[in-house]
């Protein structure tokens, strides 16, 4: 049989990512930090697109539009479609950028007259004094930087250099404490092997030791240590706290993680009054001395969804105008642009191309702000519990059903809930918190969730007297009684999860203090 080719005609269909609706994902993925970076490098790049002002007015007026309808508890259907649904319509909508603009008085033309104020017979006095000032700009009378004068953040390599000099003078052990400075970790310890690093500097071992002795007097105490037994051990000579007995604790802090303390006592040799004080002193140190200078600054947690209590019913679900972002289309400026004959096509053709991705953008934004609003109203209509009650009442609940609720798919809602946070009358919590397993019930009723179980488990160990000390099979049956099915390897791992030490060790820990507080 002979081949040869031939052509066919067939149709099919086929699902593809476009570059645009891949964009779309990942600005429903992003933080409100990330999502103003990414508005920021838009506007850049785009000269069709601005960032509208954030003043009072405008604050208000975006407050009122993101605000949903009421959210209450029992709703089946139709409560998720009303949240949200005119959300910031006139600040994405491109159709409604000529009546913002005229709204906003956008046209500058005539604002800044020609015309200054009078001069003060002292002026030429002021602007050499002001021209003399850091960031002034000179002659361009920019205005000066306030954040020239912010101290930036002292990093650990930067406090170590700045007392080196005073207590390493020769210029060789300079260069090794320059080289076990450059071992060190985030915590402050000496990671590096003194014979690599001898090796490594043509070295005597004794000469980098020596070095090192020296640097462990440096502030913050413990730095330079090579375990967490030497770090405490340097802290403690410092306070002159360094005893035989301190010695033979700092020895074996793996019988103090333990609670030990029958062991611990003869070992150093002292009375459980004696051991609670030298475990007193333990705990006034720090085991990381290096950490309290970060290498990042540090970045307060803003809620993106805030949820308070309705004036009707139920509770009233809006995004937090603060980090919601307002993007104006400018299409005055398109079609000034349009107009000119003389324009080139290449010019057409891009400022087509930034209009389209100005429209994309604004509405990316609209559908994002509605599908958050949408996947927070479910999680405070199934949460209605949680809220009015605590943590006690704190339902079990997965993406699937929230997502076949507001008809998405749990992709979108795991998105979305990732790296987001609610502010609500019981705390701010990340959307991710009102997730949980599902445990089953003793009695056959509803089940529990798990967050609220480990919350009953940590109840009742505090609640706990020395003389009844729970086991983990206590626990169970007091969760049995109280209607929660558990198995105790589940109750074990619960608790090692919140770090609760078994029941042994808190027996040993709660009789040695009410001993020492009886006496």
């Known amino acids: 049989m002979a081949l040869s080719a031939n052509l066919f005609l067939r149709q099919n269909q086929s699902l593809v990512m476009t570059p645009q609706l891949m964009q779309s994902i990942q600005l429903l993925q992003m933080t409100n930090i990330e999502l103003t970076n990414f ?7 785009n000269p069709l697109l601005e960032l509208a002002p954030n003043d009072n007015e405008m604050g208000s007026e975006g407050a009122r539009s993101s605000e949903s309808e009421p959210v209450v508890a029992g709703e089946s259907d139709g409560h998720a479609d009303s949240p949200g649904s005119n959300l910031e319509s006139d600040w994405y909508e491109p159709g409604h950028t000529e009546a913002i603009n005229e709204k906003l008085d956008a046209n500058f033309d005539g604002v800044f007259s020609d015309d200054g104020p009078a001069q003060r017979a002292d002026a030429p006095e002021l602007l050499g004094q002001w021209k003399s000032m850091p960031g002034s700009g000179g002659e361009s009378g920019e205005g ?25 003078t020769k210029p060789s052990d300079r260069l090794i ?34 070095v090192l002795q020296t640097l462990q007097t440096l502030e913050p105490a413990g730095i330079f240590a090579r375990s967490l037994s030497e770090c405490l051990a340097i802290q403690l000579r410092q306070r002159d706290r360094f ?36 475990l007193g002193e333990i705990r006034k140190l720090n085991p990381k001395p290096g950490s309290s200078f970060e290498a990042s600054a540090c970045e307060a947690v803003i809620p993106d969804i805030v949820v308070r209590p309705s004036s009707v019913d139920g509770w009233m679900v809006e995004l937090n105008p603060d980090v919601l972002p307002r993007v104006l289309v400018n299409q005055s400026y398109f079609a000034t642009v349009a107009k000119r004959g003389a324009a080139r096509d290449a010019d057409q053709i891009f400022m087509a191309d930034c209009l389209q991705t100005a429209n994309w953008l604004t509405r990316s934004l609209d559908q994002r702000a509605k599908t958050i609003i949408k996947v927070a109203s479910e999680i405070v209509r199934q949460q209605d519990a949680f809220l009015l009650h605590g943590v006690d009442h704190l339902r079990p609940l997965n993406l699937k059903t929230v997502a076949d609720a507001i008809k998405m798919h749990e992709s979108t809602v795991s998105r979305v809930t990732t790296n987001k946070y609610m502010l609500t009358p019981r705390g701010l919590f990340e959307l991710k918190y009102f997730f949980s397993v599902s445990i089953g019930s003793a009695a056959g009723g509803d089940n529990h969730s798990a967050e609220a179980v480990r919350h009953r488990i940590r109840a009742l160990i505090a609640l706990e007297s020395p003389e009844a000390v729970l086991s983990d099979d206590d626990i169970v049956h007091s969760l049995k009684t109280g209607g929660v099915d558990l198995a105790r390897r589940t109750v074990a791992k619960y608790r090692e999860s919140m770090n609760i030490p078994s029941s042994v060790q808190r027996r040993r820990e709660k009789r040695a203090v009410a001993k020492v507080a009886a006496g």
């Open 144 to 168: 000066y930087d306030l954040d020239e004068f912010v101290a930036g953040q002292i990093t650990l390599r930067d406090h170590l250099n700045q007392q080196i000099p005073f207590a390493v």
């Open 177 to 210: 404490a320059q080289s076990l400075m450059d071992q060190l970790d985030d915590a402050g310890y000496l990671r590096g092997e003194i014979a690599e690093i001898a090796a490594r500097l043509g070295k005597d071992e004794s000469a980098v030791k020596a």
């Open 243 to 278: 005893d035989p007995a301190m010695e033979a604790l700092v020895d074996h802090l793996d019988l103090l993680a333990k609670r030990d303390y029958a062991s611990l006592k003869k070992l150093c040799g002292v009375d459980e009054e004696d051991l609670l004080d030298m």
């Open 39 to 45: 508005i920021a490098q838009e506007v850049e790049k």
